[in-house]
Every structure is written in structure tokens, then in C-alpha cells.
């Protein structure tokens, strides 16, 4: 079975960086796209950052500057640097991959991990 796994959250003062990991595990034959989503207390879950299996990236525009994705593809693991973080980054952060969980099979399916909480204090 597939398994996201992240680590790299904590509480950090606002201007601190923080650097997120999240590495994939399992029945995994080959992974596109790889990103991270969060959700803060009473928001809907958005989009951080995505990077596609041939390096193409999208961020949102409250992160632009500031925050870097990147993957390696040998260890199955997708980072997020964090810089210059503020209160508002507060949230808690999860992992997404979208992977081929058998040669036998030709679909890629959504996995996520269980979520980072990441505390950025004023």
C-alpha cells in the first residue's frame, strides 16, 4: 500500500524558515505530479505548490517569492522550502502524489499524506 509520509513542521517566529519532506513509499511504480495543500482552522484546503514529473511548477500567489518546491525523483520524496514565513502561513500542510500503484494498472490515483502542522508566531 501507498504511503505519504511528512515531516519538517514545528513552530517557528514569523521571518523563520522552515523546510517541509514528504517521501513515498510502497506499491509505487511511478509518480507525476507531487504537492503540497494546507488548511487552516475554518478555511478551505488550498493549493501551496505542485511540481510535475518534467519540473514544471505552480504556485500560489500568497507564497510566490517566498516559498520553493522541489522533488527527487530517485528518493521519491517532494521538499518545500519556506521562507520569510508569516502568522497567515499557519496551517496544517499535506503532502499529495499522484502515482501508478502497478504495472498492471494504467491509472494514477491521488494519494495524501496525514498532514504537518506548521505554526508560524507574530
Known amino acids: 500500500q501507498v504511503q505519504l509520509v511528512e515531516s519538517g513542521g514545528g513552530l517557528v517566529q514569523a521571518g523563520g524558515s522552515l523546510r517541509l519532506s514528504c517521501a513515498a513509499s510502497?506499491?509505487?511504480?511511478?509518480?507525476?505530479?507531487m504537492g503540497w495543500y494546507r488548511q487552516a482552522p475554518g478555511k478551505q484546503r488550498e493549493l501551496v505548490a505542485d511540481i510535475t514529473s518534467g519540473s514544471r511548477i505552480k504556485y500560489a500567489d500568497s507564497v510566490k517569492g517566498r516559498f520553493t518546491i522541489s522533488r527527487d525523483n530517485a528518493k521519491n520524496t517532494v521538499y518545500l522550502q519556506m521562507n520569510s514565513l508569516k502568522p497567515e502561513d499557519t496551517a496544517v500542510y499535506y503532502c499529495t502524489a499522484n502515482i501508478q500503484p502497478s504495472e498492471s494498472t494504467g491509472w494514477f490515483r491521488a494519494y495524501w499524506g496525514q498532514g504537518t502542522q506548521v505554526t508560524v508566531s507574530s
Open positions: 510502497g506499491s509505487i511504480v511511478s509518480i507525476n505530479t
